[in-house]
């Protein structure tokens, strides 16, 4: 999952404004939690929301793929990176503030997955303690057939990036076709990707089964919502 990709994910994805998704999560952490001092981002990718949450917060970060985790400690030095999966992680050690943004707990896939994630982050949580969790699509509002299309142009590589989603139950997936071109020629690769999608109802449920009173923001950074779960004191 995103191997190849990892050295241009940043410039595939710069249209994101991660500077002001990181401080729409942190004024909702600190307004239930105004002494939080320390953060763990699952599924942290190349550190794009990591680095501005490390302007506020004692940070640490965990991801499932090594070559993403290898950009992210270029720009976050000094800063503890695990590798582990979401679903089976354990760092033994708890932080007032957990997250998972960008759509990560998606690739859990399946509601056992969506319940495991879930319990792993709130075992992590200090007493008091808030997990942020921007989620995937819902079923109802997945496009079967969607074409996605990319373009970045850069002074030293040009990126175009297809494809097509898929739909086969609660399941989503996509194969996304790269062409990567630089001075030494053009690169063509393609990552697959499935991610389950679940329900508004869904997502409640597994928070507060992992023991966490739960609110839900139907729009969030990128109009797919926001789940805020936090820890009895």
Do not use: N
Not at 78 to 102: N, P, Q, R, Y
Not at 141 to 164: C, N, Q, W, Y
């Amino acid at each position: 999952m995103y191997a190849r990709s990892a050295r241009y994910y940043d410039a595939i994805y710069s249209f994101k404004d991660y500077a002001a998704e990181a401080a729409a999560v942190s004024a909702r952490i600190l307004a239930h939690r105004p002494d939080a001092a320390t953060l763990l981002d699952v599924a942290c990718g190349t550190g794009a929301h990591l680095v501005h949450f490390a302007r506020e917060y004692r940070v640490e970060g965990i991801d499932l793929s090594e070559e993403q985790l290898a950009v992210a400690r270029t720009r976050l030095p000094g800063v503890e990176l695990h590798l582990g999966d979401m679903t089976t992680f354990d760092l033994g050690k708890t932080f007032d503030a957990v997250t998972c943004m960008f759509s990560s707990i998606g690739y859990v896939g399946t509601l056992e997955g969506l319940d495991a994630a879930v319990g792993r982050m709130a075992a992590h949580l200090a007493p008091g303690g808030v997990l942020v969790v921007e989620p995937w699509l819902q079923p109802d509002a997945f496009e079967d057939g969607h074409l996605s299309t990319l373009f970045v142009e850069e002074p030293d590589i040009a990126v175009a990036r297809m494809s097509t989603s898929h739909k086969d139950g609660r399941r989503s997936w996509f194969d996304m076709e790269h062409l990567v071109g630089s001075a030494h020629g053009v690169d063509h690769f393609v990552e697959h990707h499935e991610l389950g999608l679940f329900t508004v109802e869904e997502h409640l449920a597994g928070f507060e089964r992992a023991g966490l009173r739960v609110e839900h923001d139907p729009e969030g950074p990128m109009g797919r919502g926001l789940y805020v779960g936090v820890a009895s004191s």
